[in-house]
């Protein structure tokens, strides 16, 4: 089975779509279609029912996926081996999702720099479902993320316990209903959030990205829930609030890798992400 096609396949299983997994691949739906109609007639299977809703793995299909995974990190970890720049005995590649970057991703690549300098590093910032799909398939090593899915073959290990706390402009910690942003932080944090404010289940801003939410309520007043670390300078330069009484989140960061045995050298980089959370915590 070529790569392409093992790759497509696994793309349209993902998303469920035609249409997703051609946006993903940058591929027109035309070709992911010529894609898997090739793959059906090598294997003499039909893998995927499509309908108005997307497309559904046949059981052909589903017995296919874990192949065609293994194939794809195979072909991802020999690409990756043999393209080693001079001077580089070992390589890894890693990912981070946008939220993560500062200071944890950070702090761990200048502890590989200083730790492992023989390693050739790849690091990259997507968002958190492409960081795990390219965990699954081989091309990321690890990944840094909230809130992982439960996927088969990913393990997930908690790494950094982080807060979140309700934060306002109001001088007296008073909660702006009217100006309130809902910040998406997960699923876990949507129950929650639920649970203690259903009255604040319709906001009229919702935003995707924390650092863009702070930056609209510093500028034009309001309240929401944002990482501890985070807002701290603003809380102790008086620029916002706690909220009184207002319950404080869970929100932590997981390595995300695939399972399999990595061996001595993502031992070793893992243990550094360790130490540098351990000391972030201190």
Not at 190 to 207: F, G
Not at 209 to 221: D, E, N, R, T, Y
Request: aromatic share 8%; hydrophobic share 45%; glycine share 8%.
């Amino acid at each position: 089975m070529d790569v392409a096609l093992a790759r497509t396949f696994l793309e349209v299983a993902a998303s469920g779509s035609f249409v997703a997994a051609a946006e993903r691949l940058n591929l027109t739906q035309t070709a992911v279609s010529a894609r898997i109609r090739v793959l059906e007639e090598q294997l003499g299977r039909r893998l995927f029912v499509r309908n108005k809703a997307g497309a559904r793995l046949t059981p052909a299909g589903e017995r296919l996926v874990r192949h065609a995974t293994t194939l794809v990190q195979v072909w991802e970890r020999a690409r990756q081996e043999v393209a080693l720049p001079p001077g580089r005995e070992e390589g890894v590649s890693l990912g981070c999702e946008p939220s993560l970057w500062q200071p944890l991703f950070a702090d761990w690549l200048v502890w590989l720099h200083h730790h492992c300098p023989d390693l050739a590093l790849k690091a990259e910032i997507e968002t958190p479902a492409r960081l795990v799909d390219r965990v699954i398939e081989g091309s990321l090593d690890l990944a840094l993320v909230y809130n992982p899915p439960q996927r088969p073959g990913l393990v997930a290990e908690p790494i950094a316990e982080e807060k979140l706390v309700f934060v306002t402009t109001a001088p007296d910690g008073a909660l702006l209903r009217d100006r309130y942003v809902y910040v998406d932080w997960g699923p876990r944090f949507a129950v929650d959030h639920r649970a203690a404010y259903p009255e604040l289940a319709n906001p009229a801003i919702s935003i995707g990205f924390g650092p863009l939410a702070l930056s609209h309520i510093l500028a034009v007043g309001g309240c929401g829930y944002f990482r501890v670390g985070t807002v701290r300078p603003y809380l102790d330069d008086g620029r916002v609030h706690r909220v009184a009484d207002a319950p404080e989140f869970s929100h932590a960061a997981h390595v995300v890798h695939a399972r399999r045995d990595d061996g001595a050298l993502m031992n070793r980089v893992r243990n550094g992400l360790r130490e540098v959370a351990r000391r972030k915590a201190e």
